[in-house]
């Protein structure tokens, strides 16, 4: 099976453009999760959605938006980019909804430059 | 809120030697997931090895172990016959369990350097 797919793989944007990032889960997996890690930090949490719905959000401006899809793969916008939002955009698929220690499975991440 | 502290951006071992990478952590929860994961040079994170708090047995994976101390809010990974293909990025993180989101927190991360 596959794992967790990401696209594009590299984006470069200027400064007050929309973007919109990509996601499909590892088959079966119906929660996914969005990340930015900014150079030399740790991925910081955006959105988490399970069955279409919105599950969490982490403290992020309403600028970042999200949505699943029902194939569950899902999307990330950001709109009136600012050049803090560079940085590796990661997805994390898992099953079920989040309640346990299951594992995460990321993916490659999108890496968006803002100019 | 929970916070998750890595105080050694980074780290080198000789290969075949064992390394000890250091994670605290605070909460006010009794009962969470603590991981750490792996991240090598342009490649996906990978989880490397999982804690629940709740167990007192420290998590075992092959070469991987680690030290769990809740009363200290530690959280330490050993890394045994470090291998070339140890060299990532290393970064410890917090779940809480039960909560309604898969909400990992992550710190700040380790860089580990493996010398042939």
């Known amino acids: 099976d596959a794992g967790v797919t990401q696209s594009p793989t590299h984006l470069i944007k200027t400064r007050g453009q929309q973007v919109t990032l990509r996601c499909s889960p590892i088959s079966g997996h119906k929660s996914v999760s969005w990340y930015q890690q900014v150079l030399g930090q740790g991925p910081q949490f955006i959105f988490q959605?399970?069955?279409?719905?919105e599950r969490g959000r982490g403290n992020f401006p309403d600028r970042f938006s999200a949505r699943q899809f029902p194939n569950y793969s899902s999307e990330l916008n950001v709109n009136a980019l600012l050049l803090g939002d560079s940085a590796l955009y990661l997805c994390a698929s898992i099953s079920g909804w989040g309640q346990g220690g299951n594992e995460q499975f990321f993916g490659p991440g999108t890496r968006l430059t803002v100019l | 809120a929970q916070t998750v502290t890595q105080s050694q951006p980074e780290m080198s071992v000789q290969e075949a030697e064992t390394v000890t990478l250091s994670c605290t952590y605070d909460?006010?929860?009794?009962?969470?997931?603590l991981f750490w994961y792996k991240q090598p040079p342009s490649r996906q994170m990978i989880l490397v090895i999982r804690?629940?708090?709740?167990?007192?047995q420290n998590a075992t994976e092959n070469r991987f172990s680690v030290n769990f101390q809740k009363a200290a809010k530690s959280f330490s990974l050993k890394i045994s016959d470090s291998q070339l293909g140890d060299a990532a990025m290393y970064f410890c993180?917090?779940?809480?369990?039960?909560?309604?989101?898969?909400?990992?927190?992550f710190g700040t991360g380790t860089l580990l350097a493996v010398q042939p």
């Open positions: 993180a917090y779940k809480r369990a039960g909560g309604a989101t898969n909400k990992l927190i």
């Open positions: 804690q629940e708090a709740y167990k007192q």
């Open positions: 959605y399970y069955e279409k719905e």
């Open positions: 909460t006010s929860e009794s009962d969470y997931y």
